[in-house]
């Protein structure tokens, strides 16, 4: 998969995750779909930037007596869910013309 389409696609399906219920790294991992390879590695940095963005905060409980990070999805991280599930209609548009395109 093209990487900035597979950003955008975990940008998504990280806060779709998150708006299933608060979570942590590691459970969100295994939350988003396995064939967008999601890692820790590429998780953290991704949710420090949703974060900025103001798209999720970030809260710590203690867990087997560490702090454990939860991230839990804002108001505006809900608006740009809902942002690009309006959109969907119009990627599947261009889904369909280049699935007819690379058919012929």
């Not at 806060?15 to 991992?29: C, H, K």
């Not at 949703?50 to 804002?74: C, D, F, M, P, Q």
């Amino acid at each position: 998969m093209d990487a900035q389409l597979k950003r955008g696609f975990l940008d998504v399906c990280v806060l779709a995750s998150i708006n299933q219920q608060d979570s942590y790294g590691y459970q969100i991992v295994k939350d988003v779909p396995p064939n967008l390879h999601l890692t820790e590695s590429t998780l953290y940095p991704l949710l420090k930037r949703l974060e900025s963005a103001g798209l999720l905060t970030v809260y710590s409980v203690e867990h087997n007596g560490r702090l454990r990070k939860y991230y839990r999805i804002t108001e505006a991280g809900i608006a740009y869910l809902n942002g690009f599930l309006a959109e969907w209609d119009e990627i599947t548009t261009v889904y369909e013309y280049v699935k007819r395109g690379a058919t012929k």
